[in-house]
């Protein structure tokens, strides 16, 4: 999926005149809400895309915080240090949370993605 998704971005990018950064921004909004409604995630989430090689990660984003209310979106900070090497209070750390069948979901998306800016450009 990752290589056919990198080709596919090149190509419309050619085409079509769209820019790879607009392409990739549209397709992490996608895949947000794919991820949420999939995984019925209440996560704050970040979506990474490789730009080269097309490669999808999904990570929670949580807040750094001395005592843990809400685990959905607060960590503490000895367990931030696995994540971080000098982790502050207040400050965010990532986990890499992508799902092992998450690629299927993300071509599916990317796909619907594609399919409907084509149809507007």
Request: hydrophobic fraction near 35%; proline fraction near 3%.
């Amino acid at each position: 999926m990752s290589k056919e998704l990198s080709r596919v971005i090149k190509q419309l990018e050619r085409e079509k005149g769209i820019s790879k950064g607009t392409l990739i921004d549209m397709l992490k909004a996608a895949l947000i809400s794919a991820y949420k409604k999939h995984f019925g995630s209440s996560h704050n989430i970040e979506i990474d895309i490789d730009p080269i090689t097309g490669d999808i990660k999904v990570f929670a984003i949580k807040r750094v915080v001395k005592e843990v209310r809400d685990p959905r979106v607060e960590i503490s900070k000895e367990d931030s240090i696995k994540y971080d090497v000098n982790p502050e209070e207040g400050s965010t750390v990532r986990i890499e949370i992508t799902p092992k069948d998450f690629g299927r979901i993300a071509a599916q998306t990317a796909k619907q993605v594609i399919v409907q800016r084509l149809k507007e450009g």
